[in-house]
T-cell receptor, first 115, second 111 residues
């Protein structure tokens, strides 16, 4: 089946550091990729939608200057958390869709811990 | 904006029993109703999905029932196993591949 790879799986870093998370679609071309954030025992909250070659669309309340998204190719999207602070600690998950209006496939998530 | 209500929040079932999770949605411009299974520390995995023009879909022990008039859909897990213990999310996929998730159900299957 479709595979989405996310890297790294776990990051621990100091406050003020910028962290980059990669999301790759391994066996299909992802025209659209999505970034979610999930707090413990809660549902997934969509942060932004990115389409290859264009600017990401951010959900209301998500700071675009804080969470930089790049979707430079049909198989790679990156999320950079700039100047991370402890409140940014969370589980970040990407997903990808090869065709419009088809269910998304998710990566295994990145656990981000800011000290 | 699409909303999806999911119940129950948690569910405990004995091994071999049937697990039933229910969801209700609001808007009707939906292309797919997928169900995702999530284990701790992992991303959600697509379990089964149904289109709104189908009333039921079965894959192995997993069945989705869809009631368009009531705007409700449910997941049935037959012969539940301890390995099925996970968090289950229903979702609605609307135009532009936008997914709206339910709140999640934590399923525990006791041996």
């Amino acid at each position: 089946g479709a595979v989405v790879s996310q890297h790294p799986s776990w990051v621990i870093c100091k406050s003020g550091t910028s962290v980059k998370i990669e999301c790759r679609s391994l066996d299909f071309q992802a025209t659209t990729m999505f970034w979610y954030r999930q707090f413990p025992k809660q549902s997934l909250m969509l942060m932004a939608t990115s389409n290859e070659g264009s600017k990401a669309t951010y959900e209301q309340g998500v700071e675009k200057d804080k969470f930089l998204i790049n979707h430079a190719s049909l198989t790679l999207s990156t999320l950079t958390v700039t100047s991370a602070h402890p409140e940014d600690s969370s589980f970040y998950i990407c997903s990808a869709s090869g065709q419009s209006n088809q269910p998304q496939h998710f990566g295994d998530g990145t656990r981000l811990s800011i000290l | 904006q699409q909303q999806v209500k999911q119940s129950p929040q948690s569910l405990i079932v004995q091994k071999g029993g049937i697990s039933i999770i229910n969801c209700a949605y609001e808007n009707t411009a939906i292309d797919y109703f997928p169900w995702y299974q999530q284990f701790p520390g992992k991303g959600p995995a697509l379990l089964i999905a149904i289109r709104p023009d189908v009333s039921e879909k079965k894959e192995g022990r997993f069945t989705i029932s869809f009631n368009k008039s009531a705007k409700q859909f449910s997941l049935h897990i037959m012969d539940s196993q301890p390995g099925d213990s996970a968090t289950y999310f229903c979702a609605a996929l609307s135009s532009g591949s936008r997914l709206t998730f339910g709140e999640g159900t934590q399923l525990t299957v006791n041996p």
